[in-house]
């Protein structure tokens, strides 16, 4: 895989992580939450969506639970775990190293 | 990121058990995977009919377009669960499923011939297991010994009551010693007496081999005392047969001879023999202090106490033998004779084991041809595919890739042939113990975990070997004929070569196979031409057990059987009727006497020599047939002041050669103080020691003491169920207490004897004509292969003149050459196994060279059969058509 792929990839998992911040949701949730968080810029492609799921459930980032959901449907809940929040922050903390270096080289004149 | 060493192992943890999990639970898996997309293509389409105001279906119809296939993200879902290998393998069954199915005549074939092959090993198997390897049904059976006597290597036999009470009183060496005496006698137990067999043992028996009761209690020691209460323990069955249930048994009377014993307790269900005796009544057995050493009759079995090996039981028993030697010397004279553990198994098991191994050996090979048959359809079917291969290289599948497919195939193919072979090996294992040879513990054999496991063996190592050629070429091939071998059909030389090896190697084994059936079928046939002494055609015989209570003395039991005799005598048809104590052919040792020359006494120490030593009626002669050659017959006068014998003819050349036997004198049973025996007369040989035996016999005239129990034999014209039951019916009338077993013609008896070599022959025999077919179709292949492969130049030979006789000339030689390379080997193979056999043939040696010759003439000819037919084909090719397909 190039370095462009894994580059993608970890910023998906770090929005993944952002949206369970505010509690428990199933796919469908995580991925409507990340359109309105995003105001509808972001729609990530479920054939992303799902395997980066996968994976992190696999990282121990989170945890998933067969519950309700709101719409009164079977589903399969997404929860960060502790180890995910620290992932979490040290993820967010990259990102802004990496933003803003992006950032300034775009910016320089 | 600088992780800790142990956080890293925790993660690599988490991740095999998730790996572990995803394999386990696959299908619950891919369920929730698709109902969780399901839930995502829902959710979607609700929200977009409700935010855009779409209709349901066209908001389902947008939802699933967005999503795209569900199947292709439940295929990357399974990829991020590392389950790839997994489906591979699958991948690779099905493209093996479906590459054999394009074959179904190589594929059909592989699978019977494996089928038969991994079947008939596994049946084999699971007798061997039940035979030889299975534990006894007893805890500890490893401590567990058979007590014999012994004088040398060969030679042992039972025990007497004063080498068992000699035993039990050494306390050193079993933590429990016990003894059992088989008989037939009359029981009754509700309703009239019937014999039976019935076996008396002392309660150490049961506590040596660890029995326990399951209703009532076993014998204890006080039971074992003279005079204590008669009592008795019976079988499961016969209790629930006589008196309904075990526990309505105990406390019953059991009439066995006529004198009554008290029902204590009854066996666990399924116990039908202990210590391999078989028997539903089990008296107490009360050994009373001996007169003499003899007689021999008491099998013991000991438990070997705790920490003491076998040898130390047996120099201890040496010792005992030793010490109890000088009691008995007067009648017993062979201070060789020592106490003998042997392993319980081992006494059991017996020659068993022997004919077990020729079993496994004959199979084996058969197994061995199979899958020599198997790997060289194989190869022919690799070289047809190397085209498909090598394309399949240069469309970019790695070597790798390539030999697990051709690995998966030939699994595929062996696996199938053992699941066919295990249905076979369940119905070999019933033809086995239906017409296989007499082995102990045979009838336990099943087909249970550790068989199938053995056949699943098998399986594996025969796809391996099947396989392992066309795999190996693969490394060897390289990319020389990559994309052009289509002229080469015959595959090469080397190809050739391999298969030429394997052709030859089936004749070579089964040439051994054919051996040894031929010498079994000689033994055989020379077995039936074996004189049995008398005619059996028209003799009946069956047995007569009367009660002791009624028949205390010698003048009870002569009136009886004068009235029974005069009863039968009166049957029309019957031309005369006679006792005697011995069963011909085989009387199995039952009346086996050893007796002194007392002009040629043995040396002091040494054992006396033995014989069959049958007690007759002077009507015996007459019935059976057999001839007076000298001297006279009994006389009614011979009541036993001097004793008189008739010895065979057999025995006088045995002991007298080239003299008269007539006047002799023997000291009878060892009893020095007895009166002298005198020879009176030598009558023609009688079988007694199976058909196999010598003719030895001495008779003793019943006169001189009657047995209760006895063989009665009639001579009539006619041998009908309703003669045989009008006979019964008639001894029956004279004495309703006496028990009778059912008629036989003696024919069947006669039978009975060659009934061992006769299994063995015939299943040695079925495996040899496997065998032979086997490596006929295999010869039969190559050669056909060959020709189909060589036609165009067979057609440009006859073209330039061959005639047709030259081409099946060609052919035929040279298949021939094959088969006759196998038989040489195969001869050679055979002529060292063959020592295997020898113990089960008779009247031919085991390297006898006229059976060595027929047999390699019948595998010659059954070979230039299979070669002669493709020699044909290749001699009706025409030249113009071979030629223009060039």
Not at chain 2, 72 to 87: C, I, K, L, S
Request: glycine letters at 10%; a positive charge; aromatic letters at 6%.
């Amino acid at each position: 895989m190039s370095d462009r792929a894994d580059l993608l990839q970890g910023t998906l998992d770090l929005l993944i992580l952002k949206t369970l911040l505010f509690g428990p949701l199933h796919g469908w949730g995580i991925s409507k939450r990340l359109r309105q968080l995003s105001g509808d810029v972001l729609d990530v492609g479920q054939g992303s969506l799902y395997p980066a799921l996968y994976r992190i459930e696999e990282r121990g980032w989170v945890s998933a639970e067969w519950g309700t959901s709101p719409e009164g449907r079977r589903a399969k809940f997404y929860a960060l775990t502790a180890l995910g929040r620290r992932q979490f922050a040290a993820e967010r903390a990259e990102w802004r190293v990496f933003a803003t270096a992006v950032d300034q080289v775009l910016e320089a004149t | 990121m600088r992780d800790s060493l142990a956080l890293r192992a925790r993660r690599l943890a988490r991740r095999v058990a998730w790996r572990l999990r995803a394999l386990v639970r696959r299908d619950a898996l891919d369920r929730e995977v698709r109902e969780e997309f399901q839930l995502h293509v829902d959710l979607e389409a609700e929200d977009l009919a409700r935010t855009r105001g779409m209709t349901p279906a066209e908001a389902r119809r947008r939802a699933r377009v967005a999503f795209g296939g569900m199947d292709r993200f439940e295929e990357e879902h399974r990829d991020a669960r590392g389950m790839r290998w997994v489906d591979d393998l699958a991948s690779d069954a099905r493209y093996a499923v479906r590459a054999l199915r394009r074959t179904p005549g190589f594929t059909l074939s592989s699978i019977v011939i494996l089928a038969l092959g991994i079947g008939a090993t596994t049946a084999v198997f699971g007798g061997v297991n039940a035979v030889l390897i299975a534990r006894l049904p007893y805890a500890h059976d490893e401590q567990l010994v058979r007590i014999y006597e012994q004088d040398a290597p060969t030679r042992r036999w039972s025990l007497s009551i004063a080498d068992l009470l000699a035993v039990e009183s050494d306390h050193h060496t079993f933590s429990a010693v016990g003894g059992v005496r088989r008989r037939v006698a009359p029981v009754a137990a509700a309703g009239d007496p019937q014999s039976r067999p019935i076996a008396a043992a002392t309660s150490g028996f049961f506590r040596a081999l660890g029995t326990r009761a399951a209703a009532g209690r076993l014998m204890d020691a006080s039971d074992d005392r003279v005079g204590a209460p008669p009592v008795v323990v019976l079988s499961d069955a016969f209790a629930t047969q006589a008196y309904g249930s075990a526990a309505a048994a105990l406390g019953r009377s059991v009439l066995i001879d006529g004198h009554g014993f008290t029902v204590i307790g009854v066996l666990p269900v399924g116990v039908q023999q202990l210590a391999a005796v078989r028997a539903d009544v089990w008296p107490a057995l009360q050994p009373a202090q001996p007169s003499r050493r003899g007689p021999f009759g008491i099998l013991a079995v000991g438990r070997l106490a705790d920490g003491v090996s076998a040898d130390a039981a047996q120099r201890n028993l040496a010792a005992l033998s030793a010490r109890i030697f000088p009691i008995w010397q007067a009648g017993f004279q062979d201070s060789a004779a020592k106490l003998t553990p042997v392993s319980l198994r081992r006494s059991i098991i017996g020659d068993g084991a022997s004919t077990m191994g020729i079993l496994a050996g004959g199979v084996g090979l058969v197994l061995l041809i199979a899958i020599a048959n198997v790997a060289s359809l194989m190869l022919v079917r690799a070289t047809g595919r190397r085209r498909e291969l090598s394309l399949r290289t240069v469309l970019g599948a790695t070597r790798a890739r390539l030999v697990r497919l051709l690995v998966t195939e030939s699994l595929v193919l062996t696996m199938v042939g053992a699941a066919a072979g295990v249905v076979v090996g369940v119905a070999g294992l019933s033809l086995l113990r239906a017409v296989g040879p007499y082995v102990p513990r045979l009838a336990e054999a099943r087909l249970d975990g550790r068989a199938m496991a053995f056949a699943v063996a098998v399986a594996m190592v025969s796809g391996i070997v099947v396989g392992a050629y066309p795999v190996l070429s693969l490394f060897h091939a390289g990319q020389a004929d990559a994309a052009g071998g289509g002229r080469t059909v015959g595959g090469g030389r080397r190809v050739h070569a391999v298969r030429s090896a394997f052709v030859a190697a089936q004749f070579a084994l089964a040439l051994p196979l054919l051996a040894g059936a031929g010498l079994l079928m000689t033994t055989f046939l020379r077995l039936q031409h074996v004189d049995p002494g008398f005619e059996p055609d028209h003799l009946v015989t069956l047995d007569v057990a009367l009660p002791s209570a009624g028949y205390a003395n010698d003048a009870a039991i002569a009136s009886y059987w004068r009235r029974a005799s005069a009863r039968i005598s009166a049957i029309p048809g019957v031309g005369g009727a006679a006792i005697s104590t011995a069963m011909s052919p085989n009387d199995e040792g039952n009346n086996e006497n050893n007796f002194d020359l007392v002009d040629r006494p043995v040396d002091a120490g040494t054992a006396q020599p033995t014989s069959p030593w049958p007690s007759v009626t002077n009507e015996y002669f007459a019935t059976m047939g057999v001839r007076l050659i000298e001297g006279r017959l009994f006389e009614p006068t011979d009541t036993g002041a001097a004793p008189v014998v008739v010895v065979s003819r057999a025995w006088a050349d045995h002991y007298y050669p080239g003299q008269d036997a007539v006047g002799r004198q023997l000291i009878s049973g060892g009893c020095t103080s007895c009166p002298h025996t005198t020879v009176v007369g030598v009558v023609a040989d009688v079988k007694y020691s199976g058909l196999r035996g010598s003719g030895d016999a001495v008779y003793s005239p019943a006169t001189e003491g009657w047995f209760r129990t006895m063989h009665v034999f009639v001579r009539t014209s006619a041998t009908s169920d309703g003669q045989l039951r009008t006979i019964r019916d008639e001894l029956q009338a004279v004495d309703r207490s006496a028990s009778l077993s059912t008629p036989a013609v003696m024919t069947e008896t006669v039978y009975e004897d060659v009934a061992q070599p006769r299994h063995l022959m015939t299943l040695l025999g079925l495996f040899a004509a496997a065998a032979l077919g086997l490596a006929a179709v295999g010869i039969f292949g190559m050669l056909s292969y060959t020709v189909a492969a060589r036609r165009q130049e067979i057609g440009v030979r006859m073209a330039l003149g061959a005639r047709a006789g030259m081409v099946v000339g060609m052919i035929v030689r040279r298949g021939m050459a094959y088969a006759a390379m196998g038989a040489g080997v195969g001869l050679v193979v055979a002529a060292a196994g063959a020592r295997l056999l020898a113990g089960q043939l008779y009247g031919v040696t085991a390297a006898d060279p006229a059976t060595l010759a027929e047999v390699t003439a019948l595998l010659l000819a059954v070979a230039l059969a299979a070669c002669w037919l493709p020699a044909r084909r290749a001699a009706q090719v025409d030249p113009a058509r071979a030629i223009r397909t060039e």
